[in-house]
């Protein structure tokens, strides 16, 4: 429902008076969206993943931390598979053209790629008419 003209300047004062007591505040809030909170979310849990599979390597030191590795690998990939979920196709393909070697880039061509697969894969469930 749109706002009548007295909220709209209700708003506009408020929008007016928040910029010139906190404009560090206006302008993070500005430049963060979606994409950029959930990937950052999504680089972490990636370096969680690696540290992971550093303590999985060192089944020689004890076994005791290969298996922390292990569970931590597993909850980062989960981590990252919900946060790949929580992104529209529009975002994913964005990251997609972010560059080859960026870690949001490479998950986003993996997600879409499963995706398709899941697509395909998937049976139909639409009703005959």
């Given at each position: 429902m749109p706002l009548n003209e007295h909220e709209q300047r209700i708003l506009e004062e408020i929008e007016r008076r928040l910029s010139e007591d906190d404009p560090r505040l206006v302008e993070q809030v500005t430049r963060t969206n979606l994409y950029t909170h959930v990937a950052r979310r999504i680089r972490l849990a990636a370096g969680a993943f690696v540290l992971g599979?550093?303590?999985?390597?060192?089944?020689?030191?004890?076994?005791?931390?290969a298996a922390?590795?292990?569970?931590?690998?597993?909850?980062?990939?989960?981590l990252v598979y919900h946060y790949v979920g929580q992104?529209?196709?529009?975002?994913?393909?964005?990251?997609?053209r972010q560059g080859d070697a960026s870690i949001p880039g490479v998950l986003g061509r993996i997600a879409v790629r499963i995706a398709a697969r899941l697509r395909r894969?998937?049976?139909?469930?639409r009703p005959d008419d």
């Open positions: 599979l550093v303590l999985l390597l060192l089944v020689g030191a004890s076994v005791w931390i922390g590795g292990f569970v931590l690998m597993i909850l980062s990939a989960t992104l529209g196709r529009d975002q994913l393909r964005t990251m997609q894969s998937a049976p139909d469930t």
